[in-house]
Nanobody, 123 residues
Framework: QVQLVESGGGLVQAGGSLRLSCVAS????????VGWFRQAPWKEREFVAA????????YYLDSVKGRFTIARDNAKNEVFLQMNSLKPEDTAVYYC????????????????WGQGTQVTVSS
């Protein structure tokens, strides 16, 4: 079993930045696809970004391209989501997730989930 713990959320003004971290424990974490999802009040959980097991393939939600960056450090069992130029519509609980599948981009494609970290962007 893979266990994931997110951190780095908080309250930030529009235009500011946050860096989210996901630390994993378990076997062979470096072989997993890792993604970030978010869920805002009254909305479904949506895909934000994902990185392949080798780190060479990156995928982003269109609305965050150019603002968010996903990266992984397999030696530390850690994945990051750098969020710049934050907007109020980015407010949500952010979750990291891991999958043995080839870069899925839907919640059903991921096998393991963290507890989430709250990101609030004020105007």
């Amino acid at each position: 079993q893979v266990q994931l713990v997110e951190s780095g959320g908080g309250l930030v003004q529009a235009g500011g930045s946050l860096r989210l971290s996901c630390v994993a424990s378990g076997r062979a974490f470096s072989s997993y696809t890792v993604g970030w999802f978010r869920q805002a009040p009254w909305k479904e959980r949506e895909f934000v970004a994902a990185v392949s097991w080798g780190g060479g393939n990156l995928y982003y939600l269109d609305s965050v391209k150019g603002r968010f960056t996903i990266a992984r450090d397999n030696a530390k069992n850690e994945v990051f989501l750098q969020m710049n130029s934050l907007k109020p519509e980015d407010t949500a609980v952010y979750y990291c997730a891991a999958s043995t599948r080839l870069v899925p981009r839907t919640p059903s494609g991921f096998d393991y989930w963290g507890q989430g970290t709250q990101v609030t962007v004020s105007s």
